[in-house]
């Protein structure tokens, strides 16, 4: 089981993940959570007129949330009240705030459904791609962002510090962690998302507990591509591993490598990752 502050944390993702649904769909009514025990626990309501939707478990196949949450699909009804594709276990609450049109989304993560996000009207509503589209995107960038998280703390918890310090163990998982990282933010397109995963970054980086060095330059500046690169490098990838991480050609690694290096003054890639820790740039 999570702990209390994971779960916290987690809530904090969905409470901003339903906030940007709202707002990149339009639709007047956006609610959603993650799935406990076999159960969506909704725990973010945006828009709604009655207070009949809050504290709303839906359970495994129950409902459209429960469908969508155990066939990892998009489900959605014009006609909530008249629908026979659903259960209608919740119709109290889903009625009870007026909804006609319903869009149920799960959030994947590692290909498992974590939860549910929905979108409501209370008219129908048809829903082509072009409005369904905003919809996926912010089911598929929480999705990443609790996929990030758990792998974060699963690779912390894995290498326990000891007193005095984290040992070298410990340092090089926090280390392959970051370049995970690095790896996952640049495939992220929003930049919303990928200054919170920059944030995270910095976190993870900062755990290490090495100070910079005050004899390097303080002006020393590598972009956000050659310090994913140096990461990448940090940890043992070839060149066409790092393409493939980063959604680059090799060419292109080569050529930020290159740039990282004259920067640093190093004549190898274990040289530049060197100077780059001792500047702070990297774990």
């Not at 406990?36 to 725990?43: E, K, L």
């Amino acid at each position: 089981m999570a702990a209390p502050s994971a779960l916290r944390d987690d809530a904090s993702l969905v409470s901003h993940a339903v906030a940007e649904l709202a707002r990149r769909t339009h639709f007047p009514v956006a609610f959603g959570g993650l799935e406990h025990n076999g159960a969506v626990h909704v725990t973010t309501i945006v828009g709604a007129r009655t207070r009949s939707i809050d504290g709303l478990v839906v359970h495994a196949s129950r409902g459209l949330g429960g469908r969508a949450l155990v066939e990892r699909r998009p489900r959605m009804t014009l006609d909530y009240r008249t629908s026979r594709s659903i259960t209608h276990d919740y119709d109290r609450a889903i009625l009870g705030e007026g909804i006609a049109t319903l869009f149920a989304v799960p959030v994947l993560v590692g290909g498992a459904a974590r939860g549910v996000l929905y979108c409501g009207s209370w008219a129908q509503s048809p829903v082509d791609d072009v409005q369904a589209r905003p919809a996926f995107d912010v089911a598929g960038e929480l999705g990443v962002e609790l996929h990030v998280r758990a792998e974060v703390e699963r690779r912390l918890a894995d290498t326990p510090a000891p007193e005095g310090g984290l040992g070298a163990g410990a340092r090089e998982e926090i280390r392959e962690s970051y370049a995970q990282l690095r790896s996952i933010a640049a495939t992220i397109g929003d930049d919303t998302v990928r200054r919170r995963l920059e944030d995270v970054e910095a976190r993870l980086a900062a755990l290490t507990g090495d100070a910079p060095i005050a004899s390097v330059d303080a002006d020393l500046h590598l972009s956000r591509r050659e310090i994913d690169v140096l990461a990448c490098a940090a940890v043992g990838s070839t060149n066409g591993e790092i393409a493939a991480s980063l959604g680059l050609r090799e060419t292109t690694v080569k050529s930020y490598l290159a740039s990282a290096m004259s920067k640093l003054d190093a004549s190898t890639r274990h040289a530049a990752v060197t100077r780059a820790r001792r500047a702070g740039l990297l774990p």
